[in-house]
């Protein structure tokens, strides 16, 4: 793997619109489990308690296991090693942008502003009636459902729920950063989620090439990836960078 990581370390240097597409296996090294999987959180929880129409007949059900999972257990996680070297990759503008399918708000906490979030964001709960957003930390979350102080209609945490369409804004961003990108870095995710797994298929559509970085082979190591760099993605991406350093 030695001398794809030099290539790789390469391809990224001499990139000029390279983007990230993340998902879960970033934040695993968090502490954040995987929705989905033998220990993933659906093994643990009903996942009907994100179901939009189930939210809205059962809300004090529902947010019970929202605040269990998001609030007191996500609440707090805090950034890791993967989170920090692409923010520093953005700062340098050797990363452009990336689109992610968590929802945990750890991108930006590491300090990444160009952030497109496909699948919403969990740190902002939304009014159902006046659209209004406020933070988790402004509402009192031990009396549920959590309600808007303006005019008492039930708060939503900001993310995409089953039933529930990509917010328009994300995916148009995401589609755009995708089709003009030279270089797309897979990171922790396996490719099994739509329409966010089309994201990277559409960047090697328009001729980018693609580097995974998984701990296992997913739908993508098959059929477009070019590199696939195998571990965690902390690891991985340290390796790259210090590479990166000594070329620079």
């Known amino acids: ?7 790789v370390a390469e391809l990224i240097l001499n990139s000029e619109s390279m983007i990230a597409f993340t998902g ?30 189930f939210f809205y007949a059962e809300p004090e059900e529902s947010w019970k296991a929202i605040k269990s999972i998001f609030y007191d257990f996500f609440g707090k ?5 993967a ?13 452009k942008s990336i689109v992610t399918q968590n929802i945990d708000n750890l991108h930006q906490e590491a300090g990444s502003k160009s952030v497109f979030e496909f699948h919403g964001n969990s740190q902002k709960l939304i009014c159902a009636a006046c659209e209004q957003v406020f933070l988790p930390k402004e509402i009192d979350l031990e009396k549920l459902p959590p309600l808007c102080p303006n005019d008492k209609s039930i708060l939503k945490p900001d993310f995409v729920f089953f039933g529930e369409g990509i917010p328009e804004n994300a995916y148009r961003k995401s589609l755009l950063a995708a089709q003009s990108a030279d270089v797309v870095l ?63």
């Open 1 to 7: 793997m030695k001398n794809d990581l030099q290539k």
């Open 83 to 95: 989170h920090e070297i692409l923010a520093r990759w953005e700062e340098r503008g050797v990363l």
């Open 186 to 248: 897979i990171i922790g995710t396996t490719g099994e989620v739509y329409p966010a797994a089309s994201i990277p298929i559409e960047a090697k559509r328009n001729g980018a090439t693609i580097v995974e970085i998984n701990t296992e082979k997913s739908n993508y190591t098959d059929s477009i990836t070019d590199f696939f760099l195998q571990g965690k993605a902390g690891e991985i991406l340290g390796e790259l960078e210090e590479i990166i350093i000594v070329k620079v």
């Open 24 to 53: 879960a296996g970033v934040s695993v090294e968090s502490g954040i489990p995987p929705f989905r999987g033998p220990n993933g959180l659906w093994s643990k929880y009903d996942p009907k308690c994100l179901d939009l129409d």
């Open 77 to 81: 996680a805090k950034y890791n090693k």
